[in-house]
């Protein structure tokens, strides 16, 4: 299981009332869109897409499909397959906590090649978060950014 029907209505809740609510992929679509046309990937999953703005705001130099993916939204909730990389912008931390080995497994089962995993320190510290992540991931590059931090990781199977 990856989300409580709790968390899922509330999430969806939040999506429906507030505008503004999971647009934070937009600061990173410029970072995202340099991954994708030098690494010349063509498919991208959006994982944890609410409005699905990162696809709307990505430029790229070639034809690339982008996949959304958001468990607490009915259109976009069904089990995403496989693509060469996945984003995860803002998600992780609001995983509840007896799921997040699951999510974190999931995002890795849908990561073909690379994942772009942007966090938000709160209660949990990138020291807390990175050795979740490189139990799964290869960490390619980290950046720390005032109170975020993002990661650039490939999937070793």
């Not at 696809?55 to 958001?70: K, Q």
């Not at 807390?128 to 975020?148: C, G, H, T, Y």
């Amino acid at each position: 299981m990856l989300i409580s029907e709790e968390h899922k209505s509330k999430f969806y809740k939040l999506h429906i009332s507030d505008p503004e609510y999971g647009g934070e992929s937009v600061e990173y679509s410029p970072i995202i869109s340099n991954i994708i046309n030098q690494t010349r990937v063509d498919t991208v999953l959006d994982y944890g897409a609410g409005k699905g703005e990162l696809a709307r705001n990505l430029t790229l130099d070639h034809r690339v499909a982008v996949h959304l993916y958001d468990p607490s939204l009915p259109d976009i909730s069904d089990t995403p397959d496989p693509q060469q990389l996945t984003v995860c912008i803002n998600v992780l931390e609001y995983v509840e906590a007896e799921y997040l080995g699951e999510v974190l497994d999931d995002l890795k089962r849908c990561t073909e090649y690379m994942t772009f995993i942007v966090i938000t320190e709160d209660e949990r510290k990138m020291e807390d978060w990175l050795p979740k992540i490189m139990a799964r991931f290869r960490v390619e590059s980290l950046v720390r950014d005032n109170q975020d931090f993002y990661v650039v990781a490939t999937n070793v199977h």
